[in-house]
């Protein structure tokens, strides 16, 4: 099935947007902590795009019930936030969306996009694509990468900048 030229329009605004996360973060001086943070930063601007925006609807299955962080009826979009801040949280989070692809499909999305925001340049995008595509991505999926600020979570004080590994 062909998506109308309109949807296609909103949804390339909608990506647009989700890549802009980090400097919107940082024009908000928004300094994520942790996933909930950029979730809760990018609702209000992309109500402004999108007043059908969905926090986390429910995508049943039979054994689980599976929620997006956000979805967006009117363009048949699904969006799932990732969080990392560091290298071995970014590479788990390419992970979890790896299961959300099976947890997300057949159901009213037609379009979903994972967004992994990352305190430093832990990742390219150019890996995560040719990883896509050597493990056959379904083609309604896309994953994108933003690198912006953020701090870490201490478990024994507050939070600190996160720093980019070295290799």
Same mark, same amino acid.
């Given at each position: 099935?062909? #998506?109308?030229?309109?949807?296609? *329009? $909103?949804?390339?605004?909608?990506?647009?947007?989700? @890549?802009? #996360?980090?400097?919107?973060?940082?024009? #908000?001086?928004?300094? /994520?902590? @942790?996933?909930?943070?950029?979730?809760?930063?990018?609702? /209000?601007?992309? @109500?402004?795009?999108?007043?059908?925006? *969905?926090?986390?609807?429910?995508?049943?299955? =039979?054994?689980? #019930?599976?929620?997006?962080?956000?979805? *967006?009826?009117?363009?048949?979009?699904?969006?799932?936030?990732?969080?990392?801040?560091?290298?071995?949280?970014?590479?788990?989070?390419?992970? $979890?969306?790896?299961?959300?692809?099976?947890?997300?499909?057949?159901?009213?999305?037609?379009?979903?996009?994972?967004?992994?925001?990352?305190? !430093?340049?832990?990742?390219?995008?150019? =890996?995560?694509?040719? $990883?896509?595509?050597?493990?056959?991505? /379904?083609?309604?999926? @896309?994953?994108?990468?933003?690198?912006?600020? !953020?701090?870490?979570?201490?478990?024994?004080?507050?939070?600190?900048?996160?720093?980019?590994?070295?290799?």
């Amino acid at each position: 099935l062909e #998506t109308p030229a309109d949807i296609e *329009i $909103e949804r390339r605004m909608l990506k647009r947007m989700l @890549r802009q #996360t980090a400097h919107y973060l940082d024009a #908000t001086k928004t300094v /994520p902590i @942790r996933e909930k943070d950029v979730q809760d930063a990018l609702l /209000p601007a992309l @109500r402004l795009g999108f007043p059908d925006i *969905i926090r986390e609807p429910a995508i049943p299955k =039979q054994t689980k #019930t599976y929620m997006p962080d956000f979805g *967006i009826d009117s363009i048949a979009t699904a969006v799932e936030v990732k969080f990392a801040d560091n290298g071995g949280k970014a590479k788990s989070a390419i992970g $979890e969306l790896y299961e959300d692809m099976k947890g997300y499909a057949a159901s009213e999305f037609t379009l979903f996009i994972g967004l992994v925001y990352l305190t !430093g340049a832990y990742l390219s995008q150019e =890996q995560v694509e040719a $990883e896509l595509k050597k493990v056959g991505t /379904p083609k309604d999926w @896309r994953i994108d990468l933003v690198v912006g600020s !953020g701090k870490t979570k201490s478990k024994s004080g507050p939070a600190e900048p996160a720093k980019a590994e070295t290799k």
